[in-house]
């Protein structure tokens, strides 16, 4: 492999390289010489307290965004380090020292504090060198030793297919209690995947997948887009040589045109801009490869404008807006393609507008709108918010830790609890890459005014537990913009939800809640609750949605006493040793008059004689057997109630149950149906005699107009 295929990101002239704001804009550099830094460090002298030669581009990319840093650190490790692995040499020929050396300078580049900028340049020295964490610490602080030390923990780690699973187990724990550990190693990984020409190429293609399963989520996630692009372009060139020599050949193509209509959409906006008297600096930013490769697919043939977009960078919020308000007015916009991450920013930290204009000749612009701090944020990501410990500027803190916090970045947390719940290594593994595919969160609001957030398309399952862990096993159903709604609904953006808990502390989740579960929190932790209690006949367990669909045709049992609780109601049969199960689709309870039939296993079900299913089951040729109520206490029923819907009505039904000291087992709140909702509750009641004052006391509640014993369909219905 050459070195151009080894650099992919570089084509030589053709890429013009990011776009950046003025006050974030660093001077141009060409790539470095590895070699003559390696001649800098080894042969070049340096005083006592004089910066080394070999460190100056390092230093010159922190200055601009860290103009006041205290220099002294950075210099004394790059003295360690550079002693420390003098006479060592990398595959390519290079001294080791210009590996830490390149290392520092993309994280210098990208904004990074001087304790990360510290801690990279000695990230290797305790792995490869007689250099030892305590030395670390003694010589530069707890701060750096810890994050050298997660940095080597990570070094450790088996990159193996098969290690998969434990693999991210690790990364996660080391990256969870300090971001900037996984900071250092993107850096690190983009480095060697630079220099990977040097590779066979079986350990080339093996690195590369590894970097595109791992690595790249993770640098998605941390929001890290300049590392996350060049290292797709980087593996793009590995995997898909043949691809990408074409893709390669477009953007040459492209550049080598007279004309450019980004350039005329350019000086259009900027025309339009002037006029509406709206600071604003408008540049071209060119498409990465595998951007130009995904669009040429979605697409066909590609167009100038196609090759890239317009970044519209401005001081404020508020004039990204007003950009957007005067490109919407003077120019043609492509409704379809507005997006606004200002309001609803990513999970990881990313904020802009996007939209497209449509030109004269029917070309379609693409446009990013965004302030000079969200460009760099979008950059950089966690890097750009500089020591994650300070505390943040009272005017940068929004109110939602969940977002910016760069420390522990909310979906971080949830991973870290998540990975330690996971029952097993592949259960973890296949719900993270669920979860890392996900690309974009939302945020609803609790009754308390605080916020979950959710990946796209979640339901009320998962907000469940998200807010509750596994006590959301006695969710009974959710209120979502004031309106009663089951546990599978989808929620959007912006919603408010209401979950509403049983009071049994023994609920049960339904195993068809995992078809609605879509964050690994709730389906690991549904999982983990099957697999501890396994059905006893090989059938699903039942949840408080499974419940609410009996089968006349498949009684459910009575179920069995709980340990210090008081036993069920007896009901007697005319058949010696005969198990007698209370039928699901009646749910009988004394004084009713019952009658039972004998089913599979020698058992007899007990129906209310009024059942629909008593008729089915005489047609069907079931025998008939007495059966009569015993002594007992508990008793447990299915009551449906009838209601218009209104603010709080569920709250207040609930309430009024648990008054009449009904426990309820499980419950369904169907959709709204013209204004009018239907809830089906199965209640575990102290004595059957409560059964009239609990149909009473829930018919007083306000909206409620109906309330009965739930009956099965008759045939035919």
Same mark, same amino acid.
């Given at each position: ?506 609920? !049960? =989740? ?6 609605? $579960?879509?964050?690994? #929190?709730? /389906? ?5 609750? *099957? &697999? ?27 179920? !069995? =006493? ?6 069920? $109601?007896?009901?007697? #049969?005319? /058949? ?5 199960? *209370? &039928? ?134």
């Amino acid at each position: 492999m050459n070195a151009e295929a080894a650099n992919p990101a570089t084509p030589g002239p053709v890429t013009s390289g990011h776009a950046t704001p003025t006050g974030f804009r660093r001077k141009a550099r060409p790539r470095l010489d590895l070699r003559r830094l390696g001649r800098a460090a080894l042969l070049g002298t340096t005083a006592r307290d004089r910066l080394p030669d070999a460190i100056g581009h390092v230093v010159d990319a922190h200055r601009a965004h860290h103009p006041d840093a205290d220099l002294e650190p950075l210099r004394r490790a790059y003295l360690l380090a550079e002693s420390s692995h003098r006479g060592q040499m990398r595959k390519s020929g290079e001294p080791y020292i210009t590996h830490p050396l390149a290392v520092t300078l993309i994280l210098a580049e990208l904004g990074a504090e001087t304790t990360t900028l510290t801690a990279s340049l000695l990230h290797d020295t305790v792995e490869d060198t007689e250099v030892t964490l305590d030395q670390v610490g003694e010589q530069f602080g707890e701060e750096v030793r810890y994050l050298v030390d997660g940095v080597t923990k990570l070094e450790k780690v088996d990159y193996g297919a098969a290690a998969e699973p434990e693999t991210f187990r690790k990364m996660l724990v080391a990256t969870g209690n300090d971001v900037r550990v996984m900071s250092i190693k993107l850096a690190d990984r983009l480095h060697n995947m630079r220099t990977l020409g040097v590779m066979r190429p079986e350990k080339q293609e093996r690195i590369a997948k590894v970097t595109r399963d791992v690595l790249i989520p993770l640098a998605e996630r941390l929001g890290v887009q300049a590392l996350k692009t060049e290292l797709e372009d980087l593996v793009f060139a590995i995997l898909h040589p043949e691809e990408y020599a074409r893709t390669r050949e477009l953007v040459v193509r492209n550049a080598a045109r007279r004309d450019d209509p980004l350039a005329e959409t350019a000086d259009e906006v900027r025309r339009v801009l002037r006029e509406a008297d709206i600071t604003a600096e408008v540049l071209i930013r060119p498409r990465h490869f595998v951007s130009v490769h995904r669009v040429s697919r979605k697409r066909g043939t590609l167009r100038g404008a196609d090759f890239g977009r317009l970044l519209v960078l401005v001081n404020e919020d508020a004039d990204c807006y007003g950009v957007l308000g005067e490109l919407h007015t003077c120019m043609t916009p492509v409704v379809s393609e507005f997006k606004d991450f200002i309001a609803v920013p990513k999970f990881n930290l990313y904020q802009s507008l996007h939209t497209a204009v449509a030109g004269e000749d029917g070309r379609l612009v693409e446009v990013l709108i965004r302030t000079h701090r969200m460009h760099k944020v979008a950059e950089a990501g966690v890097v750009a918010l500089g020591n994650p410990y300070a505390t943040p500027p009272e005017e940068q803190s929004t109110g939602d830790g969940e977002r910016v916090d760069p420390t522990r970045p909310g979906w971080l947390s949830r991973l870290l609890e998540w990975q330690r719940a996971a029952p097993d290594p592949d259960t973890f593994w296949s719900t993270l890459r669920e979860d890392l595919a996900q690309d974009r969160e939302i945020t609803v609001f609790r009754p308390d005014g605080g916020t979950l957030g959710l990946p796209e398309g979640a339901t009320c399952v998962d907000a469940a537990y998200a807010q509750y862990g596994e006590d959301a096993h006695a969710c009974i159903g959710a209120r979502v913009n004031g309106r009663l709604a089951t546990l599978s609904t989808v929620l959007k953006d912006g919603d408010a939800v209401q979950l509403l808990m049983g009071q049994d502390t023994a609920s !049960e =989740p339904s195993r068809e809640w995992l078809e609605h $579960a879509h964050t690994p #929190a709730a /389906r690991i932790a549904i999982q983990r609750w *099957l &697999a501890a209690h396994p059905a006893q006949d090989g059938t699903p367990g039942t949840g408080p949605e499974e419940a609410a669909r009996p089968r006349p045709e498949d009684p459910a049992p009575s179920p !069995e =006493p709980v340990p210090g609780r008081p036993t069920a $109601a007896r009901v007697l #049969a005319d /058949r010696a040793g005969a198990t007698v199960r *209370l &039928a699901g689709c009646c749910t009988p309870v004394p004084p009713d008059e019952v009658t039972g039939f004998a089913v599979r296993g020698g058992a007899v079900t007990v129906h209310r004689t009024e059942c629909a299913a008593v008729e089915r089951m005489k047609s069907a040729g079931r025998a008939e057997v007495g059966v009569r109520w015993g002594e007992g206490a508990e008793c447990r029923v299915t009551l449906v109630a009838e209601s218009f819907v209104r603010p709080h009505l569920l709250a207040d039904l609930t309430e009024a149950m648990a008054a009449e000291g009904a426990e309820i087992v499980s419950a369904t709140v169907e959709p709204p149906d013209r204004q009018q909702v239907r809830h089906t509750y199965t209640v575990q009641l102290p004595d059957a005699a409560h059964l009239p004052a609990l149909m009473r006391a829930m018919r007083k509640v306000a909206g409620v107009y109906d309330v009965s014993r739930a009956r099965a369909q008759a045939p035919g219905i």
